[in-house]
């Protein structure tokens, strides 16, 4: 199984389902409020794909969105969140990719994505 991982500065409503809605088939997900955790699925060339949204990720400004499956629609991160910026025109931030969940994050760098364009960045 595989995972994509962005964070979506100050989401809107509907943002995520209308982005996807021209990426996945089959879409299932009501992101008409995201006030808490929310779950969805989807297809992707036949492969079903799991979809879950959760607010108030670093300091409470940003969503964080994660599409499971054996087959997704980026091959990385920094691919899914470049899809999403073009989509939501909101600032979008993500892994720079080989973090495993435990270890240290202290001086990670993360992509942000937003109108000054693509940039490292210490989260902070």
């Not at 006030?35 to 959760?54: C, H, P």
Request: proline residues 3%; negative net charge; charged residues 30%.
């Amino acid at each position: 199984m595989q995972d994509l991982e962005i964070y979506i500065r100050d989401l809107a409503e509907g943002a995520v389902s209308g982005w996807l809605e021209s990426h996945l088939d089959n879409l299932r997900l009501d992101d008409s409020q995201v006030s808490s955790v929310l779950k969805g699925d989807a297809t992707f060339e036949g492969q079903r794909l799991k979809i879950s949204l959760y607010p108030g990720a670093f300091g409470k400004r940003f969503t964080c969105l994660v599409i499971e499956g054996e087959n997704l629609p980026w091959n990385t991160d920094l691919e899914c969140a470049r899809s999403a910026w073009r989509a939501m025109d909101t600032e979008i931030r993500c892994s720079p990719g080989d973090w495993k969940e435990g270890e240290p994050v202290e001086d990670e760098k993360w992509w942000r994505l937003d109108h000054r364009g693509e940039q490292q960045v210490v989260w902070n």
